[in-house]
């Protein structure tokens, strides 16, 4: 915190006495996002230049050609190309264009031009972007979080969410770095997997030793299969992605890609502090036009730095209208005193602390956190995510009708409120949104609005990505 605060103030000091009308920046949300210059490289293949910048949040930002536009239609893409000498790319779903620049110098100010074309929704470069992932490596022993015996009360009380649905017929995605696909306890619940950080292959492993995703994906869907640990919808079926550790439009891609596979739940336990217009862009679209119209379900950790998300500068993923903001709790119900809070979380769910941790699924062998397939040192808001997109799955299961705002609704409903901070009319305040999420309240409510058939449940089909390998997890099964 103290290192945030000192770059906060440095960056502070430096608009104060050393900028000027020239200070470059991007616009996003209709504001100008101040950079300041940080260093200018060579991209891999020694071509491209790549300038680098810290926003007032501190969050280092790569700018080289490429930059993306909201344009109302390709048509006056083109005629705007011609204006501003810049080409288009590709397109990454409707409205939402990949462009190039003729020089990385002139792509702050192409985009800083477009926005105040006619047409343009919004314009900014496409960021190389460094992802917090949201975790860290405390102690813990039991799954405290499925069922407390030593603080009874204190977990998601999915026992009862079980007696109706173990997450049957519903799909879901984990957008994370390193998933261990071959996992004992995951693979007979992946059903498909892709790697949106390296062109040369589909598996959604990691090149920087870092296997976050396996922990995050067990919580979510470990297998019951007598061994190891269960998720909390232990029958959902999976897919493990893996995102891109540099380009924004390609995690644009994954999402739209995740929309078009018929995705109902996505958790992701990750974040920038530099939320951009294009990210709530395919929120929004996900969140509309996904399921048939009914609207995906995306779920992001808040982060555990204990920060307020109302300060000015930070602008995370979490925060965005469209997305479901989780925090964490603690195995004696408290909030844990790591999460970050503010006017946009929405819900609690474990998360833990030292002294009281979860356990989840471990990349295997030496590759993962430990040498035993099981990780007994998960905790913060990474854990908390895919926890409540668990919850979310279930409630699917129980009633696939349900729009999301009508699921959003039931999570506010059924959950329960802890803490000390007085809770609003509204049944909500900025530390624990609208408090901890109960699985079973959750999955009953769901249950009253529509009376479950033997029929609603139904098996998943998969198909392949359009333009990515997508291949059945069943040819690592004889490894």
């Keep these: 915190m103290f290192i945030r605060l000192t770059l906060l103030c440095f960056l502070t ?69 011609q204006k501003y000498r810049f080409r288009y790319l590709k397109t990454l779903t409707d409205k939402l264009y990949l462009c190039e620049t003729t020089a990385t110098q002139k792509t702050l100010d192409t985009c800083n031009a477009l926005v105040n074309e006619k047409g343009v929704r919004f314009a900014h470069p496409d960021f190389l972007i460094h992802k917090h992932r949201r975790g860290f490596d405390p102690y813990y022993k039991f799954q405290w979080h499925l069922k407390n015996s030593e603080h009874p009360g204190a977990d998601i009380n999915v026992e009862e969410a079980w007696r109706y649905t173990k997450g049957e017929g519903v799909l879901a995605a984990v957008i994370d770095e390193g998933i261990d696909i071959d996992h004992p306890d995951l693979k007979a619940n992946i059903v498909g997997f892709a790697n949106y950080n ?66 109902s739940v996505i958790s992701n336990s990750w974040g920038s502090y530099a939320n951009l217009d294009a990210y709530d862009y395919i929120f929004k679209k996900l969140a509309t036009e996904g399921r048939g119209g009914k609207g995906i379900l995306i779920f992001f950790a808040t982060g555990n730095e204990h920060l307020d998300m109302d300060t000015p500068g930070i602008n995370d993923e979490s925060e965005s209208p469209w997305v479901i903001s989780v925090g964490a ?21 474990p998360g833990g602390v030292e002294g009281g941790q979860l356990v989840t699924t471990d990349a295997q062998g030496e590759k993962g956190y430990t040498d035993w397939n099981y990780n007994f040192n998960f905790v913060g808001t990474s854990a908390a995510a895919p926890i409540a997109a668990g919850v979310g799955v279930l409630i699917l299961s129980a009633n696939p009708d349900l729009t999301r705002d009508e699921v959003i609704d039931i999570l506010k409903k059924s959950a329960v409120k802890i803490g ?58 004889d490894k």
């Design 13 to 81: 000091l430096l608009s104060l006495f050393g900028g000027s009308i020239d200070t470059p920046y991007y616009v996003s949300g209709g504001k100008k996002i101040m950079l300041h210059p940080l260093k200018t490289l060579r991209d891999a293949s020694g071509n491209d230049e790549i300038r680098y910048f810290f926003n007032d949040a501190g969050q280092k930002l790569g700018v080289g050609q490429r930059i993306i536009v909201c344009c109302e239609s390709r048509t006056l893409l083109d005629k705007l190309a």
């Design 198 to 263: 390296d062109p040369t292959t589909d598996y959604p492993g990691s090149n920087t030793g870092n296997w976050h995703g396996t922990a995050c994906i067990g919580l979510l869907g470990a297998a019951e299969n007598g061994t190891g640990i269960t998720g909390v919808a232990p029958k959902s079926k999976l897919l493990a992605i893996r995102y891109s550790d540099a380009n924004v439009s390609q995690d644009i891609i994954a999402f739209n890609d995740l929309m078009k596979q018929g995705v």
């Design 329 to 349: 709790s603690t195995h004696n119900d408290k909030i844990a005193p790591y999460s970050n809070y503010g006017s946009t979380l929405d819900f609690l769910a």
């Design 420 to 477: 000390d901070e007085p809770y609003d009319k509204n049944g909500r305040n900025n530390f624990a949104g609208y408090g901890r999420i109960d699985a079973g309240k959750a999955v009953a409510l769901a249950v009253s609005k529509r009376k479950l058939s033997a029929d609603t449940l139904s098996t998943t089909k998969i198909d392949n990505f359009a333009h990515i390998m997508y291949l059945s997890v069943q040819r690592f099964s």
